[in-house]
């Protein structure tokens, strides 16, 4: 079971299969899916209801922690942003998506940060990571934000709607998020 995690503006919780229609709507919408690694276009409101049954089972199971976004001021769904366990290396993988109505507004920053700390103070991970495609500099950006350094890109990474994309990788240790080298 997840926990409720909060910000100064979100709630971090549980995703619901309630949230199906939401999150048809937002992930659903083409510049959301042309900018992540891995949502389809179109996305159907049955697509969106088998993704939140699928996570939820590998929420079950300890290998992702997928939170709902959920904005404090109007309790509405902007977005996801989960962390992708690989237990044997203690490492996690922080991936995102953000409706379009609430790109800019740095909640994935703020969401962001906030997953690193509990990535590294509750489930004692020992890095976490993160990609994008390389054009996507606004994801890139939240990564830079959130106190990851880049650490590297993999030319025509993907293969995303018949065109090969770069893909470029951030992550920090837990070395560096206590403050040491």
Same mark, same amino acid.
């Given at each position: 079971?997840?926990?409720?995690? %909060?910000?100064?503006?979100?709630?971090?919780?549980?995703?619901?299969?309630?949230?199906?229609?939401?999150?048809?709507?937002?992930?659903?919408?083409?510049?959301?899916?042309?900018? =992540? !690694?891995?949502?389809?276009?179109?996305?159907?409101? %049955?697509?969106?209801?088998? &993704?939140?049954?699928?996570?939820?089972?590998? @929420?079950?199971?300890?290998?992702? #922690?997928?939170?709902?976004?959920?904005? /404090?001021? *109007?309790?509405?769904?902007?977005?996801?942003? *989960?962390?992708?366990?690989?237990?044997?290396?203690?490492?996690?993988?922080?991936?995102? &998506?953000?409706?379009?109505?609430?790109?800019?507004?740095?909640?994935?920053? %703020?969401?962001?940060?906030?997953?690193?700390? #509990?990535?590294?103070?509750? !489930?004692?991970?020992?890095?976490?990571?993160?990609?994008?495609? @390389?054009?996507?500099?606004?994801? &890139?950006?939240?990564?830079?934000?959130? $106190?990851?350094?880049?650490?590297?890109?993999? /030319?025509?990474?993907?293969?995303? &709607?018949?065109?090969?994309?770069?893909?470029?990788?951030? $992550?920090?240790?837990?070395?560096?998020? =206590?403050?040491?080298?």
């Amino acid at each position: 079971m997840l926990p409720v995690l %909060e910000t100064d503006r979100l709630l971090l919780r549980a995703f619901e299969l309630t949230d199906a229609s939401s999150v048809q709507e937002l992930a659903g919408d083409v510049e959301v899916a042309r900018t =992540t !690694l891995s949502i389809p276009h179109p996305y159907s409101l %049955e697509d969106a209801e088998s &993704w939140i049954s699928f996570i939820t089972g590998s @929420s079950n199971e300890g290998q992702g #922690y997928p939170f709902a976004l959920v904005s /404090k001021d *109007s309790n509405l769904l902007i977005g996801c942003m *989960s962390i992708n366990v690989a237990r044997p290396h203690q490492r996690g993988e922080l991936a995102y &998506w953000i409706g379009q109505p609430y790109w800019g507004k740095d909640y994935a920053t %703020e969401a962001a940060r906030r997953l690193v700390r #509990y990535g590294f103070e509750e !489930l004692d991970l020992n890095k976490i990571w993160a990609a994008a495609m @390389s054009k996507n500099m606004a994801s &890139w950006s939240v990564m830079k934000k959130a $106190g990851m350094y880049f650490e590297g890109e993999q /030319k025509q990474h993907i293969l995303k &709607w018949d065109q090969f994309e770069d893909v470029v990788y951030y $992550g920090m240790t837990k070395t560096h998020y =206590t403050g040491g080298n």
